[in-house]
């Protein structure tokens, strides 16, 4: 009798847990196959895009830009950040401004630093708001990091996204339009695995920031005509500087597919991977490390790159 009863919880256990997993599967799934109109949000209003000079961040610029927003870009480089502007604005029927700021400082003294970035924008109707910038190391232990970079690795990963979200949330739940947050994690925020303790960390503050974020807005828009979006976004490998050192090159996606996928999906999901293929990887990962040892999630990610050296590298934005 008492294995029957035993033998009965276990199932109940276990099916549970296939629920789960199907309905976080589901979840995701419906993000992929979301369609939302973007001019809910104001076509011609402005939209900033931080470490917007290339990669995942140009990728979100020049959607956002085809689809009818002004477009600002904030990067450390202003060549390049010269170079985005002119590209889209011969592309595309919109207008730009450029910020060259080094986000590496925002934690010296970041009321000021963001303060600034408010103040020069005070004119422009802004209604979405991709924060992208990020410190993208190559896999070591934790205590090969010079102390210098443990130090930037949080001034990069947390700092932009919270003072930025802080200084411009007051601004969008005055708009007549819906507003939006896109918040670029990683799925690596799933896979806290060795040699990952700087970027996986950081991009797991993003994911509860921006859920716990996501539900204050809902609270503070009830009654009012428009809402506030907020929705993290679980990149695998898109193809950008920072994917120069991984091996599986084809689960890379391109930047514009990943800018694409995300923004079908405002408004309709809280977080999200990025592709079909990156949704697979999502369902092994919640296999491996939910229903299975450890063990086994840390000897993937130990594979995902070709050689580790004993520092990492900041990415050059």
Known sequence: MLEEWITYILFLCGLYAVICWILRIS??????????????????????????????????????????????????????????????????????????????????????????????????????????????????????????????????????????TKLFLPRLLERKNRSAFINVSSLGSCFPGPWFSLYSSGKGFIDNFSLIINEEVKYLCRGKPATIDVLVVKPGFVDSPMSRHIKIRPYLISAGECALNCCKALGKVAYMPVSWKQLYMYAARTVLYDFGPSIRTNKTVMGLTSKYPKLSYILKI
């Open 27 to 164: 979840y995701c799934a419906r993000a992929l196959t979301s369609n939302t109109d973007l001019s809910l949000y104001g076509r011609g209003s402005w939209a900033l895009v931080t470490g917007s000079s290339d990669g995942i961040g140009f990728g979100f610029a020049e959607y956002l830009a085809s689809q009818g927003f002004n477009i600002i870009l904030i990067a450390r480089n202003q060549e390049k950040l010269e170079k985005s502007a002119q590209s889209l604005e011969e592309k595309y029927p919109i207008k730009t401004r450029i910020f060259s700021k080094d986000f590496s400082l925002a934690s010296k003294s970041p009321i000021d630093f963001f303060q600034d970035l408010r103040e020069k924008t005070n004119d422009l109707d802004i209604s979405i708001i991709v924060n992208n910038v990020g410190f993208g190391p190559v896999p070591t232990y934790f205590c090969s990091y010079p102390e210098n970079e443990v130090y930037l690795a949080n001034s990069l990963n947390i700092f932009p996204v919270v003072f930025i």
